[in-house]
């Protein structure tokens, strides 16, 4: 059972951190943990990291020809929402950071991040502005790719959570996922 939660400004100056190590886990860590397997036509995972209340999964689907999809499936905790992948990266008069996944190195992305969910508007006292957010729970954002050659490339992840209730937590800025790319596709790179 889960602690109510009675100090909302507190929570943004103790947001939860993962170690870097303990972002980088295999498809194996990720059934070893209690995840489900992927179903037979879903996108195989790559890996999974927590960061400041949000959990992104990462996959890789549809790769041929030096071409594919990453898939990343962003979980906020329960009650909490995330904001527009079209929102500016400064926010609206400050308030809120875009949801993001942008790749370097070996990958070129062939497009702009997409979410499957729609976004809605929301009021919030003291912006003049209406801020752009999905309604609260797991958004799901594809990314085009492209490899150029073997190599090394890094997905960077960006996002921000906030609830009505509760306030929001520190946003997280270019957090890093290091790839190797070959022939067969990107695969999680060692640590």
């Known amino acids: 059972m889960r602690r109510p939660r009675t100090n909302p400004p507190r929570r943004v100056w103790h947001a939860r951190r993962a170690r870097p190590a303990a972002a980088l886990l295999a498809l194996t860590a990720l059934t070893a943990c209690g995840g489900q397997p992927p179903a037979a036509d879903a996108p195989a995972p790559v890996t999974r990291f927590t960061e400041n209340g949000v959990t992104v999964d990462l996959s890789v689907s549809a790769w041929q020809a030096s071409k594919g999809t990453l898939t990343a499936v962003f979980t906020p905790e329960d009650g909490f929402h995330l904001y527009s992948t079209e929102l500016p990266a400064t926010g609206i008069e400050g308030v809120g950071r875009p949801t993001a996944m942008n790749v370097t190195g070996a990958l070129t992305a062939e497009g702009e991040p997409k979410a499957a969910s729609k976004v809605r508007d929301i009021n919030l006292p003291g912006v003049d502005a209406p801020v752009p957010v999905y309604p609260d729970g797991p958004v799901t954002v594809t990314l085009p790719v492209r490899a150029g050659a073997d190599g090394d490339a890094t997905v960077l992840f960006g996002y921000a959570s906030c609830s009505t ?24 790179a060692a640590p």
């Open 165 to 188: 209730r509760e306030g929001c937590t520190i946003p997280v800025t270019d957090h890093p996922v290091r790839l190797r790319v070959t022939g067969d596709g990107p695969r999680l």
